[in-house]
């Protein structure tokens, strides 16, 4: 493996060396998306028949934690990938699911919809920084799309009359948008918080992938 996929990377308060257990609050806090995980699955296991994608969008949910755990200890590049891929596995597919499930789509017209949301999310960044030049965010700018896909998708839903699915993207988008703001001030917060605030965005957003998970399991009425 090339030397520099262990460069090591210090983005939070918590991390004070390049030690694995620098970050234990951090580290550990992932725990909470396998925990979202394992009480998802329990519940996918009372529903017949066998949903299927969204045991995948359960199996995604518990590897983000995985993912975000290796990059807490390890710290370095190669770990950020196995942190940030499953989140936007997990993103994209359930976005192509609300668009086949809630909005009842074709699948040629779901992927299309997936693959235009792929492009904003990719060109958003670009378009952020010439309107907030400098305005990072701590690094959560890439997921703000995230967020807008999740209230947009929501108002779709109560539009056209899928009530449940559509209330529960709006309150997992109320508390992403939360979870945001704990991931984003996280550096600017380390005099008066040395721990930081970034496990705060662990478990807040673990709950956002539990409610998406769990509401990706409610049936949809046929119109």
Known sequence: MNPSWFQPIDSYCERLGPGFWAEPINAVSNGVFVL???????????????DWPALWLIAVTAIVGIGSFL????????????????????????????????????????IAATFAFAAFNLFFPRLWFNVFP?????????????????????????IQHVMQPGRWLLWAGFIFALSLV???????????????????????????????????LVRVPDR
Request: proline share 3%; aromatic share 14%; glycine share 6%.
């Open 36 to 50: 979202a995980a394992a009480h998802a699955f329990w519940l996918w296991r009372g529903r017949q028949p066998r």
């Open 71 to 110: 990059f807490h200890t390890f710290a370095n590049r190669w770990s950020l990938l196995a942190d940030v891929l499953p989140i936007a596995v997990f993103i994209y597919s359930y976005f192509l699911l609300a668009m086949r499930r809630y909005l009842r789509l074709g699948i040629v017209a779901a």
């Open 134 to 158: 400098g305005v990072s965010l701590n690094g959560s700018v890439g997921y703000l799309p995230a967020l807008m896909a999740l209230v947009a998708v929501g108002i779709a839903c109560r």
């Open 182 to 216: 704990f991931r984003s001030i996280d550096s600017a917060v380390c005099s008066a918080l040395p721990l930081g605030t970034h496990a705060l965005w662990h478990m807040l957003n673990a709950l956002v992938l539990w409610i998406l998970t769990t509401a990706a």
